[in-house]
């Protein structure tokens, strides 16, 4: 099994910190940062763009992992890679049949890809494309913001998920993105995800070192 990862989300930082944000993410022990870009179509909510990703890129040396929650990402990827991304993640949802194409053309660029499924999308609309990515990010809550509470039945799917990997030989990371707190870390690694994404619970806290150091500790 992978390294477990912990990659806090800059959903939930001071945006008008953010380099701040990340060299205190760095200086606190995180392992990559994920940065969740909404464009107001795929999802209701604006976040950022590729600005924001070239912005903080001086500020860590940390992997940049950039969430496309985002119409159409293909017209997106050159410009975030460009900033300084280093994994690319596209929405299933967002790609159609049109899937492997994408991760193709995010794997041109030298960067790692990613395919990210929403709750409500089965494992099975991927298909062939879950050999073809180097990232399964498992969304476990609705894409759209932060916050939320993480939906529990998207657990059998990273376990469904590292099953299918461990079949054919695949050392694919699973990522889970959405809810993740101290108190149900434990169970997400169990389901088989080694890359843990946290905004809130990391934000929120009043240490924020200690809640990345109890994130890794239950994983
Ligand atoms: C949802 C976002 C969030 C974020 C993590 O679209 O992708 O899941 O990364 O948010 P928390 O950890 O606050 O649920
Ligand atoms: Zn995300």
Do not use: W
Not at 50 to 60: D, E, G
């Amino acid at each position: 099994m992978n390294r477990t990862l912990i990659a806090p989300s800059i959903l939930s930082a001071d945006f008008a910190a953010m380099g701040e944000a990340v060299k205190t993410l760095q200086k606190n022990g995180a392992d990559m940062i994920h940065c969740d870009v909404m464009d107001g179509t795929f999802v209701p909510a604006i976040t950022f763009g590729a600005q924001m990703v070239s912005a903080i890129r001086p500020h860590t040396d940390l992997p940049l992992d950039v969430h496309l929650m985002c119409a159409d990402p293909q017209n997106k990827i050159a410009d975030f890679v460009n900033a300084g991304a280093d994994i690319v993640t596209v929405h299933a949802e967002a790609c159609g049949g049109a899937l492997d194409d994408v991760l193709r053309g995010i794997r041109s660029y030298g960067v790692r890809c990613g395919v990210a499924v929403s709750p409500d999308t089965p494992l099975q609309k991927i298909g062939g494309s879950l050999e073809r990515c180097d990232m399964l990010l498992i969304m476990s809550v609705h894409p759209g913001r932060g916050g939320q509470k993480l939906i529990e039945r998207t657990l059998a799917k990273a376990d469904e998920a590292r099953r299918f990997f461990e079949r054919n030989g695949l050392s694919t990371d699973i990522e889970m993105d959405g809810g993740i707190t101290e108190e149900n870390v434990a169970a997400v690694k169990a389901a088989g995800v080694n890359i843990i994404v946290a905004g809130s619970a990391v934000f929120r806290s009043a240490d924020m070192g200690a809640t990345i150091r109890a994130l890794r500790e239950r994983v």
